[in-house]
Nanobody
Framework: QVQLVESGGGLVQTGGSLRLSCAAS????????MSWYRQAPGKQRELVAR?????????NYADSVKGRFTISRDSAKKTVYLQMNSLKSEDTAVYYC???????????WGQGTLVTVSS
């Protein structure tokens, strides 16, 4: 069974940077995609960015993070990263890692990591 473990959240000042990591245990396959979502207090969970594990193709960047956030992966380490630059107070949220394996009907969520941006 695949499990996801996120790390890298914390407190940062406006304009600062953080890098989140999401490490997957278990096997990953072609067609699997890993994504970062976030949920701010009182708001719905939203997709931040998605990357396909095998090809490295990235998609679905939220408009609010384009040009500031970058998703990437290290296939050998089965780890996905979210580099967040020029952070704003509105980026404050719990960030969740998600894995979807459509060919095997798999969807897994991480436990979440809190990012707090202070002004």
């Amino acid at each position: 069974q695949v499990q996801l473990v996120e790390s890298g959240g914390g407190l940062v000042q406006t304009g600062g940077s953080l890098r989140l990591s999401c490490a997957a245990s278990g096997s990953l396959f072609s067609g699997d995609a890993m994504s970062w979502y976030r949920q701010a207090p009182g708001k719905q969970r939203e997709l931040v960015a998605r990357i396909f594990i095998t090809s490295g193709v990235t998609t679905n960047y939220a408009d609010s993070v384009k040009g500031r956030f970058t998703i990437s992966r290290d296939s050998a380490k089965k780890t996905v990263y979210l580099q967040m630059n020029s952070l704003k107070s509105e980026d404050t949220a719990v960030y969740y890692c998600n894995l979807r394996g459509p060919l095997r009907g798999l969807e897994v969520w991480g436990q979440g990591t809190l990012v707090t941006v202070s002004s």
